[in-house]
């Protein structure tokens, strides 16, 4: 028997390259990071990222291996996974979770090969096996393929949480005649047990101090979340109801607060814009979508479009633009908001500060001859920009109306 470090001739493959690692690793333990140039530091960041994903790769495939054949019982663990949680010191809840996505990739050999290849991050592989299972059983096998190719392809662009919100929306792309109809029954199905869940419950302590505890729709809670963050203090009441039933007034105060009484945030009051077809305003089975990005359903749309304080963007046909050329120095209230139904918030790349937070930026400088249109301005937040107008960062626009920034050499 030979050996070299850790590893040994008789080591398994995947034992042994573990080794190997390990032996490297303990190598470069002590090197310091402060001698690195700006351009390695990029680049042994982002390949300690890939290799990370490879290394889960690789776990996940042992941990699948393991619960298999039950290597816990030698120890009367009750599962695999509860042996390796006691033994590496993890949690269970932790273990029990990779453990899951690891059968999962069992049955999503691309996905497997992916992350295995370090074109694909773990929560983002946890992201697309889970969109794609949670498809209708009467979803065929065929369609399951391209949605989870679909998934695999958008996963070079976006992160798992912009993935996530793909994942519930990819039968619209691989399978729209069923994907609307879907959609709308799951969406319904959603807010009908959110209805019947609504509660409000306050709790004065005695001292000047109101506490409260409530659940309500995700809908109404966008619109609730819009309000507070034009309002410093907000204070709802209400006494002598139920728990459901003051969660009811809740979501209808929510929907039918006089937005003209709110401050305005970036330009706009806390208005809530439902974007939706004209196929769905007249009794479609397409959804609609609010500036926030919830999705709703169409019957929840058509009711939100008569409330006040909510504004029904309709689309069908040709869009108008709204452009009053340079007539205005300022984007006026109908401008903002149809770019924050466009920009859905800083229109940087990978900024996540909401519409109540941007300003609407000439992407030509007014005073160098620049419209004041939607087509010409784009949202962007106090930070960016800063940037925008900073003579060394440079403006990149890319094709998805998405803008970054390179420093100038």
Known sequence: MTSTGRRTDRDHPIVAAMSAIEAELDEVQHAPAWSLSDDDTRRALLTATRLAARLSALELKVAAHADSNRVGDASGATSAGVWWANASRMTQAEAARKVKLARALEHHEPVSEALAAGGLLVDQARVITAAVDALPDTVQPEVRAQARGHLLGAAAHYDARALRIQGRRILDVVAPEIGEAEEARQLAAEEKKAEQAARLTMHDDGHGQTFG???????????????LQAIASPKAGGQG?????????????????????????????????????????????????????????????????????????????????????????????????????????????????????????????????????????????????TLAHHDDYEVIHHPVGKISFIRRE
């Open 213 to 227: 505890r409530f659940m309500i729709r995700t809908a109404e809670a966008d619109m609730f979340r819009k309000a």
């Open 241 to 385: 109801l139920s728990p459901h039933g003051m969660g009811l007034a809740l979501m209808e105060h929510i929907r039918r607060y006089p937005t003209g009484k709110l401050p305005t945030a970036g330009g706009v009051s806390a208005t809530v814009v439902v974007t939706m077809t004209l196929e769905t305003l007249m009794g479609g089975l397409k959804a609609a979508q609010l500036d926030t990005g919830t999705r709703i359903s169409p019957g929840l749309a058509r009711k939100l479009a008569c409330e006040a304080g909510v504004i029904p963007v309709v689309l069908g046909g040709r869009s108008e633009v709204l452009d009053v050329g340079r007539k205005r120095r300022f984007h006026t209230k109908a401008q903002r908001i149809a770019m924050a139904v466009r920009d859905k918030g800083c229109a940087a790349m990978g900024c996540e500060r909401p519409t109540s937070a941007c300003h609407a930026h000439h992407l030509v400088q007014w005073s160098n001859g620049g419209g004041t249109s939607v087509e010409s301005g784009v949202l962007l937040c106090a930070r960016h920009h």
